[in-house]
């Protein structure tokens, strides 16, 4: 069977062109590994008509229900190559056409091996200081991470609260313009590195250190390199990427740079919210479907 786009990913992003796509009657293939960085996040905070947060889990099953209500078919597999001829070849050996495809394949999230990350995260461990620096107003915060980009982390968070202690996990160096900077903003730096978050039910109790040390803390941020842009496919069909591997897509259409190829979603360079990935896949889907309306 023939398809007439093709997602690649089901996470935010691909669900909503998804939604959209089905809505249009155009037939569609979702295929998803299951490893997304949204299946990860227990409680999205910021996102309108959830005063009391969602979880990531909770956003794809019912999108998902919803994209397959629309007539959307979905396939759990892992993609390993698009031909330029259109054929989709899936890790189990399926040779799938398209006439469109849509990447949604996001960003690998690379968290160091603590113990109770995962537990947390979204509830009292946190990554992004937009959507999640209310979080802990007023609260005493520990920053995990590695060198500057901690660093700055810890500066940022600021903004909330007073009371923010960095913990250099890696022991990066730090400049001494970024030393002065902490310093004058009154932050704690311990060069140690975590050994676990100690909680109950996702609900952060106390960091603990290599050298034994419990701190008493109940919110967290990470601060940690390495996610890696899950591009590679889009790219060796032909598709343009930034230096860091961001693909580029035109900001009306989200087309890539080749013909009846789009992206949506955290492998596009933006601010990596919820709602942008959602506004993305709806704009790209708007766009797949004039290209192939134009082409009947």
Same mark, same amino acid.
């Given at each position: 069977?023939?398809?007439?786009?093709?997602?690649?990913?089901?996470?935010?992003?691909?669900?909503?062109?998804?939604?959209?796509?089905?809505?249009?009657?155009?037939?569609?293939?979702?295929?998803?590994?299951?490893?997304?960085?949204s299946s990860?996040?227990?409680?999205?905070?910021?996102?309108?008509?959830?005063p009391?947060?969602?979880?990531?889990?909770?956003?794809?099953?019912?999108g998902?229900?919803?994209?397959?209500?629309?007539?959307?078919e979905?396939l759990?597999?892992?993609?390993?190559?698009?031909?330029?001829?259109?054929?989709?070849e899936?890790?189990?050996?399926?040779a799938?056409?398209?006439?469109?495809?849509?990447?949604?394949t996001?960003?690998d999230?690379?968290?160091?091996?603590?113990?109770?990350?995962?537990?947390?995260?979204?509830?009292?461990?946190?990554?992004?200081?937009?959507?999640d620096?209310?979080?802990?107003?007023?609260?005493?915060?520990?920053?995990?991470?590695?060198?500057?980009?901690?660093?700055?982390?810890?500066?940022?968070?600021?903004?909330?609260?007073?009371?923010i202690?960095f913990?250099n996990?890696?022991?990066?160096?730090?400049?001494?313009?970024?030393?002065?900077?902490?310093?004058?903003?009154?932050?704690?730096v311990?060069?140690?590195?975590?050994?676990?978050?100690?909680?109950?039910?996702?609900?952060?109790?106390?960091?603990?250190?290599?050298?034994?040390?419990?701190?008493?803390?109940k919110?967290a941020?990470?601060a940690?390199?390495?996610?890696?842009?899950?591009?590679?496919?889009a790219?060796?069909?032909?598709?343009?990427?930034?230096?860091? +591997?961001?693909? #580029?897509? /035109?900001?009306?259409?989200?087309? &890539?740079? @080749?013909?009846?190829?789009?992206? $949506? +979603?955290?492998? #596009?360079? /933006?601010?990596?919210?919820v709602? &942008?990935? @959602?506004?993305?896949?709806?704009? $790209?889907?708007?766009?797949?479907?004039?290209?192939?309306?134009?082409r009947r």
């Open positions: 069977m023939s398809y007439d786009c093709i997602i690649i990913g089901g996470g935010i992003a691909g669900l909503q062109a998804g939604i959209m796509l089905g809505r249009y009657q155009h037939r569609v293939l979702m295929i998803d590994s299951g490893q997304g960085r990860l996040c227990h409680r999205y905070n910021n996102i309108i008509g959830f009391d947060g969602v979880s990531g889990q909770q956003l794809r099953h019912d998902k229900k919803q994209a397959e209500s629309f007539g959307v979905t759990e597999g892992k993609v390993v190559d698009v031909h330029s001829n259109f054929i989709v899936t890790e189990e050996g399926e799938i056409p398209t006439r469109t495809v849509l990447f949604a996001g960003i999230e690379k968290f160091p091996p603590i113990p109770g990350i995962k537990e947390c995260l979204g509830l009292s461990i946190y990554v992004c200081p937009d959507c620096g209310y979080e802990i107003t007023g609260k005493k915060t520990a920053v995990v991470g590695s060198g500057e980009a901690g660093a700055q982390l810890a500066l940022t968070l600021k903004d909330w609260s007073d009371d202690i913990f996990h890696s022991g990066a160096p730090l400049s001494l313009e970024m030393q002065g900077k902490l310093r004058d903003r009154r932050i704690l311990q060069q140690v590195e975590v050994s676990k978050f100690e909680h109950n039910q996702g609900l952060l109790e106390a960091v603990l250190t290599a050298d034994d040390h419990r701190w008493e803390i919110k941020f990470l940690f390199s390495g996610n890696r842009v899950q591009s590679d496919l790219v060796k069909l032909g598709a343009d990427a930034t230096e860091k +591997g961001h693909l #580029v897509v /035109h900001p009306r259409t989200k087309m &890539t740079s @080749m013909e009846g190829v789009w992206a $949506a +979603g955290d492998v #596009v360079d /933006h601010s990596q919210f709602t &942008t990935a @959602m506004g993305d896949g709806a704009q $790209a889907s708007v766009w797949i479907h004039k290209w192939l309306k134009e």
